[in-house]
Protein backbone atom coordinates (compact mmCIF):
# COMPACT_ATOMS: atom_id res chain seq x y z
CA UNK A 1 0.00 0.00 0.00
CA UNK A 2 1.58 2.83 -1.37
CA UNK A 3 0.55 6.97 -0.95
CA UNK A 4 2.69 9.56 -2.66
CA UNK A 5 2.48 13.21 -2.83
CA UNK A 6 4.67 14.87 -6.20
CA UNK A 7 5.26 18.37 -7.03
CA UNK A 8 6.54 17.72 -10.08
CA UNK A 9 5.37 16.11 -13.46
CA UNK A 10 5.55 11.93 -13.78
CA UNK A 11 4.72 9.41 -16.43
CA UNK A 12 1.85 7.19 -14.85
CA UNK A 13 2.87 4.12 -17.00
CA UNK A 14 6.49 4.27 -16.04
CA UNK A 15 5.68 4.65 -12.69
CA UNK A 16 3.58 2.06 -12.54
CA UNK A 17 5.83 -0.68 -14.36
CA UNK A 18 8.41 -0.07 -12.61
CA UNK A 19 6.29 -0.70 -9.29
CA UNK A 20 4.68 -3.63 -10.27
CA UNK A 21 8.16 -5.04 -11.07
CA UNK A 22 9.86 -3.74 -7.82
CA UNK A 23 7.28 -6.28 -6.63
CA UNK A 24 4.57 -4.91 -4.25
CA UNK A 25 1.96 -6.41 -5.37
CA UNK A 26 2.81 -10.20 -5.00
CA UNK A 27 3.58 -11.89 -7.95
CA UNK A 28 1.33 -14.54 -8.94
CA UNK A 29 -1.27 -13.97 -6.13
CA UNK A 30 -3.38 -11.10 -8.01
CA UNK A 31 -5.31 -11.88 -11.45
CA UNK A 32 -7.05 -8.35 -11.39
CA UNK A 33 -5.46 -4.45 -11.85
CA UNK A 34 -7.11 -1.96 -12.40
CA UNK A 35 -5.89 1.47 -13.21
CA UNK A 36 -7.22 4.72 -13.10
CA UNK A 37 -5.20 7.79 -14.39
CA UNK A 38 -6.96 11.61 -14.13
CA UNK A 39 -5.47 14.08 -16.80
CA UNK A 40 -6.18 17.63 -16.79
CA UNK A 41 -8.14 19.05 -19.95
CA UNK A 42 -7.66 22.22 -20.78
CA UNK A 43 -11.14 23.40 -20.66
CA UNK A 44 -13.77 23.50 -17.51
CA UNK A 45 -17.40 24.98 -17.41
CA UNK A 46 -17.12 26.05 -21.02
CA UNK A 47 -14.13 28.57 -20.13
CA UNK A 48 -10.32 27.59 -21.61
CA UNK A 49 -7.98 26.49 -18.70
CA UNK A 50 -4.31 27.30 -19.41
CA UNK A 51 -2.73 26.18 -15.95
CA UNK A 52 -3.70 24.39 -12.45
CA UNK A 53 -2.21 25.33 -9.40
CA UNK A 54 -2.78 22.36 -6.98
CA UNK A 55 -3.02 23.44 -2.98
CA UNK A 56 -2.48 20.95 -0.56
CA UNK A 57 -2.69 20.15 3.31
CA UNK A 58 0.87 18.85 4.12
CA UNK A 59 0.35 15.54 6.15
CA UNK A 60 -3.52 15.70 6.33
CA UNK A 61 -3.50 14.94 2.30
CA UNK A 62 -1.38 11.90 2.81
CA UNK A 63 -3.13 10.65 6.54
CA UNK A 64 -6.82 10.82 4.31
CA UNK A 65 -5.23 8.84 1.12
CA UNK A 66 -4.08 6.21 3.75
CA UNK A 67 -6.87 6.32 5.43
CA UNK A 68 -9.16 5.33 2.37
CA UNK A 69 -6.21 2.85 1.36
CA UNK A 70 -6.84 0.90 4.20
CA UNK A 71 -10.11 0.79 4.51
CA UNK A 72 -10.68 -0.16 0.33
CA UNK A 73 -7.79 -3.15 1.23
CA UNK A 74 -10.08 -4.27 3.93
CA UNK A 75 -13.35 -4.01 2.58
CA UNK A 76 -12.38 -5.96 -0.78
CA UNK A 77 -9.12 -7.71 0.32
CA UNK A 78 -7.01 -6.06 -2.28
CA UNK A 79 -3.44 -6.97 -2.28
CA UNK A 80 -1.97 -3.69 -2.62
CA UNK A 81 -2.46 -0.11 -3.96
CA UNK A 82 -0.77 2.92 -5.42
CA UNK A 83 -2.63 6.49 -5.47
CA UNK A 84 0.30 9.20 -6.44
CA UNK A 85 -1.32 12.89 -6.66
CA UNK A 86 0.34 15.26 -8.11
CA UNK A 87 0.78 18.88 -6.53
CA UNK A 88 1.98 22.22 -7.43
CA UNK A 89 2.11 23.69 -11.28
CA UNK A 90 0.17 22.26 -13.81
CA UNK A 91 -0.79 22.13 -17.64
CA UNK A 92 -3.62 20.63 -19.93
CA UNK A 93 -2.54 16.88 -21.08
CA UNK A 94 -0.63 16.29 -17.78
CA UNK A 95 -1.91 13.79 -15.47
CA UNK A 96 -3.25 14.44 -11.82
CA UNK A 97 -3.74 11.57 -10.28
CA UNK A 98 -3.07 7.39 -10.80
CA UNK A 99 -4.69 5.15 -7.97
CA UNK A 100 -3.86 1.18 -8.84
CA UNK A 101 -5.33 -1.59 -7.51
CA UNK A 102 -4.43 -5.43 -7.36
CA UNK A 103 -6.51 -8.08 -6.57
CA UNK A 104 -7.21 -11.52 -6.71
CA UNK A 105 -10.70 -11.30 -8.81
CA UNK A 106 -11.57 -8.13 -11.24
CA UNK A 107 -14.87 -7.44 -9.10
CA UNK A 108 -13.09 -6.00 -5.99
CA UNK A 109 -10.66 -4.14 -8.34
CA UNK A 110 -13.04 -1.89 -10.24
CA UNK A 111 -14.90 -1.15 -7.10
CA UNK A 112 -11.98 -0.56 -4.93
CA UNK A 113 -10.28 1.54 -7.59
CA UNK A 114 -13.89 3.43 -8.53
CA UNK A 115 -14.25 4.23 -4.37
CA UNK A 116 -10.71 5.27 -3.74
CA UNK A 117 -11.20 7.70 -6.63
CA UNK A 118 -14.79 8.89 -4.84
CA UNK A 119 -12.96 9.16 -1.38
CA UNK A 120 -10.25 11.16 -2.74
CA UNK A 121 -12.12 13.27 -4.59
CA UNK A 122 -14.74 14.13 -2.32
CA UNK A 123 -12.59 14.13 1.02
CA UNK A 124 -8.67 14.58 0.13
CA UNK A 125 -7.96 18.27 1.18
CA UNK A 126 -6.53 19.10 -2.30
CA UNK A 127 -7.89 22.47 -4.02
CA UNK A 128 -7.68 23.91 -7.42
CA UNK A 129 -7.09 27.02 -8.79
CA UNK A 130 -7.74 27.49 -12.29
CA UNK A 131 -5.79 29.80 -14.64
CA UNK A 132 -8.13 31.25 -16.96
CA UNK A 133 -7.89 34.02 -20.31
CA UNK A 134 -9.86 36.23 -18.18
CA UNK A 135 -7.53 35.48 -14.27
CA UNK A 136 -7.31 33.36 -12.42
CA UNK A 137 -10.06 31.38 -9.87
CA UNK A 138 -10.28 28.57 -7.27
CA UNK A 139 -12.55 25.93 -8.34
CA UNK A 140 -15.45 25.50 -5.82
CA UNK A 141 -16.65 22.16 -6.18
CA UNK A 142 -16.18 18.86 -8.23
CA UNK A 143 -18.02 17.55 -11.17
CA UNK A 144 -20.17 14.71 -10.01
CA UNK A 145 -18.75 11.54 -11.40
CA UNK B 1 -5.44 27.16 26.02
CA UNK B 2 -3.10 28.15 22.91
CA UNK B 3 -4.44 26.64 19.67
CA UNK B 4 -2.34 26.54 16.08
CA UNK B 5 -4.92 27.75 13.45
CA UNK B 6 -4.51 26.96 9.44
CA UNK B 7 -6.30 28.20 6.54
CA UNK B 8 -5.84 27.01 3.03
CA UNK B 9 -6.75 28.02 -0.55
CA UNK B 10 -9.35 30.06 -1.71
CA UNK B 11 -9.77 30.80 2.42
CA UNK B 12 -6.10 31.72 3.16
CA UNK B 13 -5.78 34.23 -0.15
CA UNK B 14 -9.06 35.84 0.88
CA UNK B 15 -8.61 36.03 4.72
CA UNK B 16 -5.01 36.75 4.01
CA UNK B 17 -3.13 34.71 6.28
CA UNK B 18 -2.08 30.73 6.59
CA UNK B 19 -1.51 30.31 9.60
CA UNK B 20 -1.84 32.11 13.07
CA UNK B 21 -1.28 30.96 16.57
CA UNK B 22 -4.14 31.89 19.47
CA UNK B 23 -4.73 32.07 22.91
CA UNK B 24 -8.32 31.15 23.78
CA UNK B 25 -9.99 30.15 26.49
CA UNK B 26 -10.66 26.20 27.59
CA UNK B 27 -14.11 25.31 26.41
CA UNK B 28 -14.32 27.28 23.00
CA UNK B 29 -15.72 25.04 19.99
CA UNK B 30 -14.26 24.96 16.85
CA UNK B 31 -17.07 27.23 15.96
CA UNK B 32 -16.19 29.93 18.55
CA UNK B 33 -12.51 29.76 17.75
CA UNK B 34 -13.51 30.70 13.85
CA UNK B 35 -15.45 34.10 15.42
CA UNK B 36 -12.37 35.04 17.56
CA UNK B 37 -9.75 34.55 14.97
CA UNK B 38 -11.60 35.78 12.34
CA UNK B 39 -14.19 38.37 13.88
CA UNK B 40 -14.55 40.26 10.84
CA UNK B 41 -15.51 37.66 8.61
CA UNK B 42 -18.86 35.36 9.21
CA UNK B 43 -18.37 31.43 9.11
CA UNK B 44 -19.00 30.00 5.52
CA UNK B 45 -21.68 28.01 5.22
CA UNK B 46 -19.96 25.31 3.31
CA UNK B 47 -16.51 25.11 5.35
CA UNK B 48 -14.35 22.05 6.42
CA UNK B 49 -12.46 21.74 9.99
CA UNK B 50 -9.81 19.49 11.07
CA UNK B 51 -8.12 18.96 14.05
CA UNK B 52 -4.73 17.33 14.13
CA UNK B 53 -5.32 16.92 10.16
CA UNK B 54 -8.43 14.84 10.67
CA UNK B 55 -12.04 15.88 10.28
CA UNK B 56 -14.14 17.50 12.96
CA UNK B 57 -17.19 18.59 13.85
CA UNK B 58 -17.71 22.11 14.14
CA UNK B 59 -19.63 22.26 17.50
CA UNK B 60 -16.49 20.08 19.05
CA UNK B 61 -14.05 21.22 21.46
CA UNK B 62 -10.03 21.17 20.66
CA UNK B 63 -7.34 20.62 23.07
CA UNK B 64 -4.31 22.96 24.50
CA UNK B 65 -1.68 22.57 21.72
CA UNK B 66 -4.49 21.27 18.58
CA UNK B 67 -3.76 22.21 15.16
CA UNK B 68 -6.86 23.11 13.90
CA UNK B 69 -7.66 23.74 10.02
CA UNK B 70 -10.57 25.90 8.00
CA UNK B 71 -10.62 25.02 4.05
CA UNK B 72 -12.93 25.25 1.75
CA UNK B 73 -14.83 22.06 -0.44
CA UNK B 74 -12.11 20.12 -1.62
CA UNK B 75 -11.03 19.55 -5.41
CA UNK B 76 -8.64 17.28 -5.86
CA UNK B 77 -8.54 14.58 -7.92
CA UNK B 78 -9.01 14.68 -12.10
CA UNK B 79 -11.81 12.65 -14.69
Redesign the interface.
Known amino acids: MTVRILDAGFDPWALLSDYQRAGAPPEGAYGATAVFVGTMRDFNEDQNVQSLFLEHYPGMTEAWLEKISVAATERWNLLDSLIVHRVGELHPGEPIVLVAVWSAHRKAAFEASRFLMEELKSKAPLWKKEQREDGARWVEHNTPG | MRIEV ?1 F ?3 LR ?1 RLGVAEREVSVPDDTSIRQLWSLVVPEEPLPDNVLA ?1 RN ?3 VDLSSIPCDGDEI ?1 F ?9
Request: avoid cysteine; glycine fraction near 22%.
Open positions: RFAGEAMEYAFPPVTGGAG
